[in-house]
């Protein structure tokens, strides 16, 4: 089915463990984003993607790495995951350029425990 | 401090009550959205609204544009037990979005 998919749904690791979050449309949308949700804080960008092989920095990237060699996947990686790390975290995308013309289509989320 | 201030945090009503959330900002976006959020999904997209002063309706829910497109509400009228869950509101700078608090509605039958 068309869509934006997040794999896991769920994911326990140890600190200093690394960990990869998976991200996968079918839209062939330009614009991908990765979120973190936190009581208190809401939803936070980590890093985005204008484009294949395009990556940028958000509001909170420390500690993460994103990759996109093909327009559909987005991944993320926690490189040595720690507690802090702990949260929800959504993907989402756009079509192109002009965000409040299309809206985000978001992915179900993964929520990630740092133990 | 987050660009978009969200109020109230949280809301508790009885079905059929008429409720109003906010989202407030300092600075001028050229549009604003709200999403619903319900436990365990993601932010569902609900409107934009572009132009200061627009009013949009879906269904029960109204959505404003302030004049100086500074800040938005959502009235919600007749609150049915489905309107439950977390309204976000989220403006654009460039290309990315940024998301308010959000407010967490309860709707209890």
């Known amino acids: 089915d068309a869509g934006i998919t997040q794999s896991p749904r769920y994911k326990i690791t140890e600190t200093g463990r690394q960990v990869t979050l998976m991200c996968h449309q079918t839209w062939s949308h330009s614009y991908m984003f990765w979120y973190r949700q936190d009581l208190g804080h809401g939803l936070r960008l980590i890093y985005y993607?204008?484009?294949?092989?395009?990556?940028d920095k958000g509001e909170v990237p420390d500690g993460y790495v994103v990759s996109r060699s093909k327009t559909e996947n987005f991944p993320l990686t926690l490189e040595s995951a720690t507690r802090s790390q702990t949260s929800v975290y959504f993907c989402?995308?756009?079509?192109?350029?002009?965000?409040?013309?299309?809206?985000?289509?978001f992915g179900s989320g993964t929520r990630l425990t740092v133990v | 401090t987050q660009l978009l201030e969200q109020s109230p945090q949280f809301l508790s009503i009885q079905e059929g009550e008429n409720l109003t959330v906010y989202c407030n900002s300092s600075s001028v976006f050229s549009s604003l959205q709200w999403y619903r959020q319900e436990p365990g999904e993601g932010p569902v997209l609900l409107v934009t609204v572009v132009t200061g002063g627009e009013v949009k309706k879906l269904k029960r829910l109204t959505f404003q544009f302030g004049d100086a497109r500074k800040d938005s509400s959502l009235h919600i009228t007749a609150a049915q037990p489905g309107d439950t869950g977390l309204y976000l509101c989220a403006g654009p700078p460039g290309n990315m979005l940024t998301f308010g608090g959000g407010t967490r509605l309860m709707v209890k039958p």
């Open positions: 989402a995308s756009t079509p192109r350029q002009g965000a409040h013309n299309y809206g985000y289509t």
């Open positions: 993607s204008a484009a294949a092989d395009i990556t």
